[in-house]
């Protein structure tokens, strides 16, 4: 759907040549896959040069300059041998919003072993992301 944009007190400034605006963004409850859309001029800018955001409840955040999209990722997880099982965008109906956790146990497993959760994975469409309400974000541009 929409994500909104917050700009408060001293939002924007210049470093050198470059404008640099400090803003927050609120995700709603239906995250669309590929991200939602936050584009130069929400931040005040005409182009995006640099894009930070700070991670927030376990999710991380990625800019699509192409296509002016914040996408979010969390752990999703493959998991092989005894137990297999696999974790893969909320697979048992848990999320951002859902105060108990998951947790994959590696039964029958012979004494120690090293798990590789793999990279992250971008959340599952139209997932509810209405908890994460206040992400700081830092751009660069003209």
């Known amino acids: 759907m929409a994500l909104t944009v917050t700009k ?8 050198g040549n470059r404008r640099v605006s400090f803003v927050t963004i609120a995700f ?24 930070s955001f ?8 990625e800019y699509d300059y192409t296509n002016s999209k914040v996408k979010v990722y969390t752990q999703g997880a ?3 041998a005894a137990g297999a099982a696999t974790l893969d965008d909320y697979a048992v109906t848990a999320g951002p919003g859902v105060s108990s956790g998951i947790s ?14 793999g990279p992250l994975k971008e959340i599952a469409n139209t997932d509810d992301l209405s908890t994460i309400t206040s992400v700081r974000v830092v751009a660069f541009g003209v």
């Not at 497993?109 to 959760?117: C, D, I, L, P």
């Open 28 to 51: 709603d409850n239906s995250y669309a896959t590929g991200g939602e859309s936050l584009t130069a001029a929400d931040m005040g800018l005409r182009v995006v040069d640099f894009i």
């Open 104 to 117: 994959i146990a590696r039964e029958a497993s012979a004494g120690a072993v090293t798990s590789r959760w």
């Open 54 to 61: 700070q991670p927030q409840i376990g999710f991380v955040f």
């Open 78 to 80: 493959a998991h092989a």
């Open 8 to 15: 408060t007190g001293d939002w924007q400034t210049n470093m």
